[in-house]
């Protein structure tokens, strides 16, 4: 919009608001909107008399930039700026219900308008008539995930949720005067009726723990191939790009003299020489071959170069697909392993600490016991909120005191450092993780790299998840489903139905309780984040971590009291025991109910009863009878200050006979790796001789874990083989 004086007057030739319809194309583009903006304009503005109120509130940019970083005003996005601007227009001028909306509601139209037609790009809608029934709903369903995802949090109010629907409700009010501009807007009531108030506060409710982790069977397979990367492949990926760096430019090098022989001379520095020494390169290159395997992990990419052209197109695509497989394996890596966001993420500073050799802004504290050592980056904060700090800790692994392995988050690190090294000296940003240029192909050296959107690296991911991760063998449910079918959109949209925002769930499902069917070493992160919760202070400190860990605990919550009415599970503990008791009148509620309405019921009867869980790898502690809580019994804690679990004295034995505690299926390997072990240990001891009436402790483990995994169903018969084998091995090898 150009500049104007403020206190001139309205252009004149201003046609009637009740002829807007007779306008010709022409005649609505030079239309006076406001008193200082046209419809031609990119930005309309009007005069807020409030007092202190800032020129933002009353305009409306059109220039708007999208969740997906481009604008509306961008040439694919001329039909949806078009309607956008006739509806906009019409409630101004011939409103159907009420009068126009006020010059300091513009920025809030602004903001809905962004919502909606975001989410239309996402979804591949362009003009309102498409917006039928069926796709309000799906609006409806995917607006907790998607706001949670655009806003990094879900901690979100109504007022949002109502500025996401607005639009909506306005297609719908001012259909009649659209249809006379050629708009044509909405056949039905996008929500048969519902106000919007209703609506809102059951999003907004259903967000707060209602957005759920990955379910197992897409996290497990997910975070192996993004481990597997993050070895030998990177390793592979990083000396191809010498592609990119040409180290030999300029250098001495030998070639062939023509006569059977070899020469010295210099490099050249053009292009043509640059791309004959590539097409060598990439001629001779072979990929490694893992230890599992007998053939290397990847084809040559160049079987046929094309000589004085350089690397054949098909091989530069391939390159590229290769470079950006190992960026997202190493982006997924960090956020799943740490729970910070996206934000976050594209937030860390690019290069290495000169004195400590890790990568810049990590650190390596010592825990209070001092036997290990936690590793902690801090990053700078994109989104904050009133009493938040600008900058955050997030704990990235840990080790053994005196070890020299890394973490994945640290190793995952170092790649990134790595692989962008070729473009870093000519970046325009310090942050790590740069955005490449469009096309297919990797940029030279000394193309100017800028920092990484959020966006784009979200469509990255699962981009990363179709090429590399087979969802094709999935079955229709999930284990723990809660709602039908579950698994058949992962499946059939091979895992496009990916949001970043779960990686964090996903982080806080497993920290609180580890997924025993991890590779060992992702087990290993996960259990050191669970100790950081404790010992480190870290998480306890971090309140965006503290939010995830709370929606989890809560989806956990759920999950249990869900199986408990379905009778999916067995449950041991005498608390497991009264809870499977208890909703009898819920369980006969909803028998005949799909999945997902199930769901929804037992998620408010949970609420209304504020029942509290917390969870540890051998069992679940539901406070609700404090007075015989026997970890705060042992050190006489008085009863009115005991709201959750004494992690200091807390401890498996102790569990086991409380009233607050709850073991079902997910605390099994833990009780079956304690009878095996403790079981042994009774084996050898007799072997030797020993008198077992010195060691009636660990009797009475093995027969407590014995009792509890009958309860599962478990065949004690197994374990005991196991036993055997152990021991046998033990005798085998002394």
């Known amino acids: ?54 020129k933002t509130t009353s305009t409306i940019n059109w220039s708007m930039k999208l969740h997906d970083d481009s604008r509306l005003t961008d ?63 799906h609006y409806l369903n995917d607006l907790p995930s998607y706001i949670a995802e655009v806003l990094d949090t879900e901690v979100f109010g109504e007022s949002t949720v109502r500025v996401a629907l607005q639009p909506l409700y306005d297609l719908w009010n001012e259909r ?89 001379q210099i490099a050249g520095k053009g292009e043509s020489a640059r791309r004959r020494r590539a097409s060598l390169f990439m001629a001779d290159f072979r990929f490694s071959t893992l230890e599992e395997d007998s053939e290397p992990w990847h084809r040559p990419l160049d079987a046929k ?21 190992v960026r997202d394996a190493c982006a997924i890596t960090i956020q799943a392993m740490s729970g910070m966001r996206m934000s976050e993420l594209l937030g860390i500073q690019a290069g290495f600490d000169d004195v400590t050799g890790l990568p810049k802004g990590v650190r390596i504290d010592e825990s209070s016991t001092g036997l290990y050592e936690w590793f902690v980056i801090r990053t700078v904060l994109s989104k904050t909120e009133a009493g938040l700090p600008r900058e955050m800790d997030w704990v990235l692994g840990m080790r053994p005191k005196g070890t020299q392995e890394l973490p994945h988050a640290i190793r995952a690190l170092v790649i990134l450092n790595r692989i962008y090294e070729p473009w870093r ?48 063998g999935l079955p229709d449910e999930s284990l723990h489903k809660s709602e039908d079918n579950d698994l058949i959109q992962w499946r059939e949209s091979k895992g496009m139905i990916f949001r970043s925002h779960m990686l964090r769930k996903t982080w806080a499902n497993y920290t609180l309780a580890c997924d025993s069917r991890l590779l060992p070493a992702i087990q290993m ?5 669970s100790l950081a919760m404790t010992e480190g202070g870290y998480i306890g400190k971090n309140p965006l971590l503290v939010e995830s860990l709370s929606s989890v605990s809560r989806q956990k919550r759920n999950s249990i009291i869900f199986e408990m009415v379905t009778g999916r599970s067995a449950f041991a503990g005498r608390m497991g025991e009264q809870l499977e008791a208890a909703p009898t009148i819920l369980r006969k509620a909803v028998a005949n109910l799909p999945t997902s309405e199930k769901w929804q019921h037992v998620v408010e009867w949970a609420e209304e009863n504020h029942l509290q869980m917390y969870f540890s790898p051998h069992a679940t502690c539901c406070p609700t009878r404090t007075s015989e809580m026997r970890c705060h019994d042992t050190v006489q804690t008085p009863v009115w200050i005991r709201k959750e679990p004494n992690a200091a004295t ?61 309860k599962f169903g478990v065949d004690l018969e197994e374990l005991d083989v196991r036993v055997a084998k152990i021991v046998e091995e033990t005798y085998a090898s002394a």
């Open 75 to 137: 040439p694919q996005h001329n039909k949806r700026l078009h309607w956008a601007k006739v509806l906009v227009l019409v409630r101004l001028k011939v409103p159907a219900t009420g009068g126009p909306p006020a010059p300091g509601t513009f920025a809030t139209i602004q903001s809905s308008l962004k919502w909606l037609i975001s989410w239309m790009v996402k979804e591949g809608y362009h003009e309102p008539f498409e917006l039928t029934s069926t796709v309000c709903d």
């Open 176 to 264: 009649v005067a659209l249809g006379r501009m050629g708009i044509r807007s909405l056949s039905s009531h996008p929500f048969l009726g519902r106000g919007a108030a209703k609506i809102a506060r059951e999003i907004a409710t259903k967000a707060m723990g209602g957005i759920k982790p990955l379910p197992d069977e897409v996290a497990i397979p997910l975070l192996n191939k993004t481990t597997w990367f993050l070895g030998k492949p990177a390793e592979d990926v990083i000396r191809l790009l010498d592609v990119v760096r040409d180290p030999d430019e300029g250098g001495i090098v030998i070639v062939n003299n023509g006569r059977g022989g070899t020469r010295t």
């Open 305 to 325: 170069t094309t000589g004085e052209t350089g690397i054949s197109s098909d091989a530069q695509i391939k390159l590229r697909r290769l470079f950006e497989a």
């Open 425 to 472: 000296d000519n970046a325009k940003t310090e942050r790590l993780i740069l955005a490449s240029k469009s096309g297919e192909t990797l940029q030279t050296k000394v193309n100017e790299l800028g920092a990484m959107h959020a966006a784009k690296l979200h469509v990255a991911m699962k981009r990363f998840i179709a090429n590399w991760v087979d969802l094709s």
């Open 1 to 54: 919009m150009t500049s104007k004086n403020y206190s001139s007057q309205p252009t004149a030739g201003i046609c009637p608001p009740t002829k807007l319809h007779e306008l010709t194309y022409a005649e609505l583009y030079k239309l006076q909107i406001t008193t200082y903006s046209r419809f031609e304009d990119n930005k309309w503005f009007e005069y807020n008399p409030t007092p202190g109120v800032p």
């Open 525 to 529: 992160q996960f259990h050191h984040l």
């Open 650 to 710: 807390r401890e498996p034995s102790l569990c086991a006979g409380c009233a607050c505690a709850i073991m079902d299926k997910s605390h099994e390997p833990f009780w079956a790796d304690r009878y095996v072990n403790n079981w042994v240990s009774i084996k050898l001891k007799e072997a030797a001789g020993v008198n077992l009436v010195d060691f009636r402790v660990i009797q009475f483990r093995a027969n407590q874990a014995g009792s509890i995994l009958r």
